[in-house]
């Protein structure tokens, strides 16, 4: 009985010890699957078209949002308005001299009232045939006041007015703050570019690919200068990159060289797909918006909003209205059924209310890359 025991807790624990043994390493190893997916967030603002007074009963499903016509999931971000901002206030200098509609106002009162009682950071970029840096991200009003002050004061520029290159510069200095600030352009800017190095397609690329909301107060341009200026910023009419459809090679079939441009550019966006063809045709139309208007443009883009300066009366009843307006939007977000690389529409309506009027981007920009275990979800 001794032995028969003996060989019974041998068995055991040989059989224990060699389920612990851990297995032989596979030759093949196991292979990691990784995903990259994009928010999109869209700003919106919902109000009463009789009235004009700000609606904030809305949720996610009263909502229906399309993009590249195809309808999407949303998603309501909660109390967005309490979240901290990074301001950046962008004003034209020189020639023109956006910066003499501030002259008379008491600013560092006009800053209080746009960034509200939430934690915040003022900049002030100057620009006229290049955008510089006047005052860096300061949560003290009365200092970004004094960057104006004295950019008002030295209004000694000239009037190369290169609003594309300076959004851009506003856009980069925005990217490096802490990503729980919400973003925003306060852009001071006659209607049309003088100047800017930036290419129309690269201007929609950065203005599109970010969450910053831009709101503007335009003037008018020279009138006899708009001419020159278009054509300096004009682009060939092709429909972007990434949808790759305007070939002008003779060798292509599709391409009949008898026809304008114009012709093959339509004979070309018959050939792609419905999404394809509607976030072709928004980008085109985005970039001619570029041209005639810039500060209303990117108004529309990034879901801000625009208003054209008529008096200083006017201009502080704008600036009221803004800071009214920035904290009390509903922020919206989804994720991209098959997204494509490049330009895509976004349509929002409420859809039940038809006494409602709803503002928001009308487009963004996806960046498709291949995707890496350390890729993290981008917001545009």
């Known amino acids: 009985m001794r032995l028969t025991a003996a060989l019974a807790l041998a068995f055991v624990i040989c059989t224990t010890a060699l389920a612990q043994t851990p297995p032989a390493p596979s030759a ?41 016509g195809i309808p999407q999931k949303l998603h309501l971000e909660e109390d967005t308005g309490s979240e901290p901002l990074a301001l950046v206030v962008d004003i034209e200098g020189g020639g023109a001299g956006a910066a003499e509609l501030l002259k008379d106002m008491a600013i560092a009162k006009m800053l209080d009232s746009i960034v509200g009682g939430v934690p915040h950071k003022i900049a002030v970029v100057g620009y006229d045939s290049s955008p510089v840096l006047v005052t860096d991200f300061t949560p003290d009003a009365d200092k970004a006041a004094d960057g104006i002050a004295a950019l008002i004061k030295d209004n000694n520029g000239d009037d190369g007015a290169a609003t594309l290159d300076s959004i851009g510069f506003s856009i980069d200095l925005l990217r490096k703050q802490p990503l729980e600030y919400r973003r925003a352009i306060l852009l001071i800017a006659e209607s049309h570019d003088r100047g800017s190095r930036l290419s129309l ?69 018959a050939l792609l797909a419905p999404p394809l063809r509607l976030a072709t045709i928004a980008f085109v139309a985005a970039r001619d918006s570029l041209k005639r208007n810039i500060p209303e443009s990117v108004a529309k883009l990034t879901g801000g909003e625009y208003f054209k300066y008529g008096s200083e009366k006017n201009l502080e009843r704008d600036l009221h209205t803004i800071s009214n307006h920035i904290p009390n939007r509903y922020i919206l977000s989804f994720q991209p059924r098959s997204p494509h690389p ?34 993290t979800p981008p917001t545009r």
């Not at 196991?30 to 869209?42: K, M």
């Not at 009138?223 to 682009?235: N, Y």
């Not at 330009?343 to 929002?348: G, K, P, Q, R």
């Not at 006494?355 to 890359?369: F, H």
């Open 28 to 68: 093949t190893p196991t292979p990691t699957i990784s995903s990259q997916s994009t928010l999109v967030l869209v700003p919106a603002l919902v109000r009463e078209k009789k009235s004009g007074q700000l609606v904030f009963t809305l949720h996610a499903e009263d909502f229906v949002l399309t993009d590249d």
């Open 201 to 269: 397609d690269d201007a929609l690329h950065a203005i599109s690919d970010t969450n910053t909301a831009i709101y503007s107060i335009g003037f008018s341009s020279n009138s006899a200068d708009i001419g020159k200026e278009v054509a300096k910023i004009s682009q060939p009419d092709t429909p972007g990159p990434a949808h790759g459809c305007m070939s002008r090679d003779p060798n292509d079939p599709n391409v009949n060289l008898n026809q304008n441009p114009a012709a093959q550019a339509f004979d070309c966006l």
């Open 342 to 375: 490049g330009f895509h529409a976004i349509e929002l309506t409420a859809p039940a209310y038809a006494g409602l009027e709803t503002s928001a981007r009308n487009g963004y920009w996806a960046d498709i890359t291949a995707p890496t275990v350390a890729d």
